[in-house]
């Protein structure tokens, strides 16, 4: 199912005419027990700990393909950047009962390298909107633009987390995430990266479940991709924590708010 999502994104063409705005609705089955547990195996996660709210980005990662694929989204998807994702929970929702997702896109905002495109994506169960996760993303239009590179920053600590093409294909594995950027250095290298990247929402996570962060708001501002294989580290201070390599590569930035 995820393989045959993933072609339709490789031949989707843009559309014609343009929605600056459009929603579209799901109806989700419940998480099967054995995924989740695959999730908790993969981070050493104890059964007696809540799943941390970025599981909300696992859980609507399906719906979020289905409206990639959606005939009014403007662009092809592939090729997205993903710039940041935020987490605000209201009440309490169990992955594991059936749920509702509505998926609201604005796809109008421009940036000086292209498009960027916010989908909110809002949980429901129950009948009330128990979570939302806002996701940011940058459609490049615009090759001859390059980002400004601010100055880098030295972080001490130990890089002891270590990630390579085994771990990242762990993680597609329990969040249907397949984008081959992430699995292949071949293919990775037709999108202009040295290797495969690790998945952005797998060091979000790390951070929530290493530093025990229980929190009903969270903001994950995704940096430079982090090349694989590589050794990682979380930098913390205050309610900030930072995902590094190489002492000064910083990958993620999570602010924690409540």
Do not use: W
């Not at 990242?168 to 292949?184: C, E, Q, R, T």
């Not at 940096?223 to 990958?251: M, R, T, Y």
């Amino acid at each position: 199912m995820m393989m045959y999502q993933y072609i339709k994104l490789l031949i989707k063409r843009p559309q014609r005419t343009f929605f600056n705005e459009f929603s579209v609705e799901f109806d989700q089955r419940a998480i099967r027990a054995k995924k989740i547990t695959k999730f908790r195996e993969l981070y050493n996660l104890d059964q007696s700990k809540d799943l941390p709210i970025s599981y909300a980005f696992i859980a609507g990662f399906n719906s979020l393909l289905k409206t990639f694929s959606h005939k009014y989204f403007a662009f092809s998807p592939l090729g997205l950047i993903h710039l940041k994702s935020e987490f605000e929970k209201t009440f309490e929702l169990d992955f594991r009962h059936d749920f509702k997702v509505i998926n609201k896109v604005r796809q109008d905002r421009r940036h000086p390298m292209g498009k960027v495109i916010v989908i909110e994506t809002q949980f429901f169960q129950n009948e009330r909107c128990c979570l939302v996760n806002k996701n940011t993303f940058l459609k490049k239009l615009n090759s001859n633009k390059r980002e400004r590179i601010g100055k880098q920053q030295a972080f001490i600590g130990d890089t002891n987390f270590i990630l390579n093409l085994a771990k990242a294909l762990a993680y597609a594995k329990v969040s249907n995430d397949f984008n081959p950027i992430h699995l292949n250095n071949k293919l990775a290298n037709l999108f202009g990266l040295p290797n495969a990247i690790m998945h952005g929402g797998y060091l979000g996570h790390l951070v929530l479940i290493e530093k025990n962060i229980a929190a009903n708001k969270v903001k994950f501002d995704f940096k430079k991709p982090c090349v694989l294989p590589c050794a990682v580290g979380i930098f913390s201070e205050g309610n900030e924590h930072q995902v590094f390599s190489g002492n000064d590569q910083l990958h993620l930035s999570v602010k924690v708010d409540g």
